[in-house]
C-alpha cells in the first residue's frame, strides 16, 4: 500500500474515532498507554455495552498485558515497536463458559489481530495489518 494511502486512513480512523458518541461533552486529558484500565467502548465499528467488563491493562514492567472479557480473564504479552506498532501475543485466558461467549470470543479474536495503536487523550484506538481500526478502548 503506498505510504499516502496509509496516512490517508490512519487519519480517518484518528477522524472518525474522535466523533465517537464517547466523546461528547468530555474533556480530552492525555492518558498513560500503561498501566491504564483500557475498557472496550467499540469493536469493528459498533458500540458495545461492556458493564466494566472487556478490558485490558498493559503492565509496562514485564510487556504482559491482562485483561477481562464477559466472564474469563485473559493474559499475554505485548510489543511495542516504531509508528505505533503494536502485537499482543500468546493470548491465553481461563475456560469459564459464558452467556455471551461468542462476543467474547470476537474481543479475544479481535486483540489477537492489533497490529498498531494511537492514543487519542482517553482513547486507545487499535488497528490490524491493514491499518483498519477494529476497536476503540476507553480509559476508565
Known amino acids: 500500500m503506498k505510504t499516502w494511502k496509509v496516512i ?9 474515532a474522535s466523533c465517537c458518541a464517547c466523546r461528547k461533552g468530555k474533556k480530552v486529558v492525555d492518558k498513560p498507554l500503561m498501566a491504564t484500565k483500557w475498557t472496550l467502548v467499540e469493536l469493528n465499528g459498533q458500540q458495545v455495552q461492556t458493564d466494566d467488563n472487556y478490558y485490558i491493562i498493559l503492565n509496562g514492567q514485564e510487556d504482559r498485558f491482562n485483561g477481562r472479557g464477559d466472564c474469563n480473564s485473559l493474559m499475554g504479552s505485548y510489543k511495542l515497536g516504531e509508528n505505533g506498532k503494536m502485537q499482543l501475543t500468546g493470548i491465553a485466558s481461563t475456560r469459564a463458559f459464558c452467556p455471551d461467549q461468542a462476543g467474547e470470543d470476537k474481543f479475544f479474536k479481535t486483540l489477537g489481530d492489533v497490529a498498531g495503536y494511537d492514543v487519542d487523550g482517553d482513547l486507545l484506538m487499535l488497528f490490524n495489518g491493514n491499518s483498519e481500526l477494529i476497536a476503540v478502548m476507553a480509559a476508565k
Open 8 to 16: 490517508l486512513l490512519v487519519a480517518l480512523a484518528v477522524g472518525l
